[in-house]
DNA sequence: ATGGTGGTCCAACCA
């Protein structure tokens, strides 16, 4: 079973290349961000067409969710128990017995901000739901844009980024809770190329430099981890013509 | 370099 993850950065705008990429790649499972648009006008058909099928958890302009399979998802959750958020920032699903968590957590913007504060008392809030769905769910993945870049070798510029978003402490710190609870960052399971990351700035050809983070993740329950036999990053998508700022990230399990 | 580019939607916000 294959499973990925990709921030679209607009979904209407991005279309072409998720259907030109699920058409080549052929995951068993999608989750997308950043799709940028009402559930009510998420592009099913489309998704139809090429033989998935979709669910979304969408709101005008910002932020947005949805998660593509081959076989039908059960069970949808879509807001963190007892936290009351207008974001649509999750979409929880059950396809083919694995219980799939799509995130797209907050960016934070600079720290010490209002935006920051919102990002780790999201993140506190995800850690007490994860616990209660990892006690669910033998087979569970948390996979997302997480906004955080989980230690140095994530980061093109570690001296140069510092403690600065994306790598501050707390948000490292609030990332460690959620791998507290079993959790496993399979990409790291893997021999890597040095400076993998998942996502570039479109600004001062950072791509063109490779000046990129990992902050794209998939976590892997026990159980789940234990199955997983590669992870990798299809950098290909971000060189294609008007790309997302994100490229996929891809773990393939025995299952 | 407190900039640069890109998406949403046409002013200003978000990343």
């Not at 990429?21 to 559930?39: G, H, M, N, S, Y």
């Not at 083919?96 to 506190?124: C, F, H, I, M, T």
Request: net charge negative; charged share 25%; hydrophobic share 45%.
């Amino acid at each position: 079973m294959k499973i990925a993850t990709w921030n679209v950065n607009s979904l209407t705008v991005r279309l072409p290349h998720v259907l030109d990429w699920v058409r080549t790649a052929e995951p068993d499972i999608l989750a997308l961000q950043e799709i940028k648009l009402l559930t009510e006008v998420f592009p099913l058909e489309s998704f139809t067409e090429v033989g998935y099928h979709a669910i979304a958890s969408g709101q005008k302009t910002y932020n947005g969710v949805a998660t593509l399979s081959r076989e039908i998802a059960a069970d949808p959750v879509t807001d963190i128990p007892g936290f009351d958020d207008p974001q649509r920032r999750m979409l929880v699903t059950t396809i083919d017995n694995v219980r799939v968590v799509n995130l797209y957590v907050p960016n934070g913007q600079r720290l010490g901000s209002l935006k920051y504060e919102y990002k780790l008392n999201w993140l506190a809030a995800l850690r007490n739901f994860l616990a209660v769905e990892m006690a669910l769910h033998e087979h569970l993945v948390v996979l997302g844009d997480f906004n955080i870049a989980p230690a140095d070798p994530d980061v093109y510029d570690p001296v140069k980024w510092g403690e600065d978003i994306h790598c501050s402490p707390a948000e490292r710190a609030a990332l460690k809770e959620l791998l507290k609870l079993g959790l496993v960052d399979v990409f790291r399971e893997f021999e890597q190329p040095e400076k993998s990351f998942s996502w570039w700035d479109y600004r001062a050809g950072r791509f063109r430099r490779n000046a990129g983070l990992r902050i794209d993740l998939i976590l892997a329950s026990p159980a789940l981890a234990a199955r997983c036999t590669a992870s990798y990053i299809d950098r290909e998508p971000r060189g294609w013509e008007r790309p997302s700022d994100h490229a996929p990230v891809i773990a393939e399990f025995g299952l």
